[in-house]
């Protein structure tokens, strides 16, 4: 009988002699990436570590990149801003491409191209893959379009009248701001939200939570009174 008992806690024991951190809801150790898979944590990890700041020099290189293109394209035409940012370029290079010629001269070396190892990337698209991102983008359109016809044929009244009164807010919203606007706005937030969620998370779930709640009540007593609704969750 001695046996069984040791037999269950071998697991326990071999679980704590390894020093393996307590695991975290969502997977993974505080702070970093959650787990959603070896094959799928890949470029999902990439840009959570970007929006996260994990690595600020990087992520303070987008955000200002980013920033600085679309503030131009809310003071100059989309044009303007193509060619200024290609000329900007080829400016970079070439400058460095007769820099690295001229020092090659004066001291008589044979480096070659200073871009040879960029230019010998292999950067073409296989077959394969091409057929990959057209079906995994054929997945997302038709469920778009499902969902489309779903809340404009008023399947549930309830998410059509969600976003009739979205879309209603969203004409004050346009009256305000234009596109470019939104873009930079949205910019922002996305680099700014997620690292005081994570700070204040615990304050912040425990509104969001309040505030689920209310919304959830509401929606009830309004599909209570709705016609046909009340009777279609009793079936």
Known sequence: MAEPSAATQSPSVSS????????????????????????????SCAVHDLIF?????KTGFVFGTTLIMLLSLAAFSVISVISYLILALLSVTISFRVYKSVIQAVQKSEEGHPFKAYLDVDITLS????????????VRINRALKLIIRLFLVEDLV?????????WLMTYVGAVFNGITLLILA??????VPIVYEKYKTQIDHYVGIARDQTKSIVEKIQAKLPGIAKKKAE
């Not at 998410?159 to 879309?167: E, P, T």
């Open 16 to 43: 704590s002699s390894s020093g393996a951190e307590p695991s975290v809801p969502g997977g993974g150790s505080p702070g970093s990436c959650p787990a959603l898979g070896a094959k799928s944590c890949g470029s």
């Open 53 to 57: 700041w994990r690595d600020v020099k």
């Open 127 to 138: 077959s394969e893959a091409f057929h990959n991102y057209v079906n995994a983008a054929m």
């Open 159 to 167: 998410d059509s009248l969600k976003l009739a009164v979205f879309m």
């Open 187 to 192: 910019e922002l937030l996305i680099f700014s």
